[in-house]
């Protein structure tokens, strides 16, 4: 009996999915402040405006001065709060920084269960920063 269960257990776990864990969200959130902080420092030593491109339904960040990308697990909620309107034309999606430093703004949100963290990007200066959101229920 004990060696069916073993059986068992040897042939389903490895298709059993594996749920994102807090600390594995918080990489996700580092991934996404990181290749917003590049684009910025692209616009600063270009002397011109890079967009990063906000796909929030693919749940995908990817990169206006590069090839990088980084894309969200599926049991990660995706929430981005982007303007519509950047420098006088539709933002489309996007976090534009440019070549002064300052930036369109935006929040991207990753959450999972009760906690998540917010990767913000002040509009003034460009800068941007990790913010946890720790029960967010509790919260609302």
Known sequence: MLAIVGLLAAILLPRLPIA?????????????????KADRNAALGRRGSI????????????????????RVPDDVVFDA??????GGRPAFSTISFFSTGMSCGGTIRLTRFDSGFDVRVNWLTGGVEIVAQDNLRANR
């Open 20 to 36: 994102t864990t807090r600390t594995q969200l918080e990489a996700y959130a580092v991934e996404v402040a990181i290749l917003l």
């Open 81 to 86: 709060l982007l303007p519509q309107r950047c």
């Open 51 to 70: 967009a990063a491109v906000v796909d929030a339904p693919g749940r995908i960040v990817r990169s206006g001065s590069g090839d990088r990308f980084v």
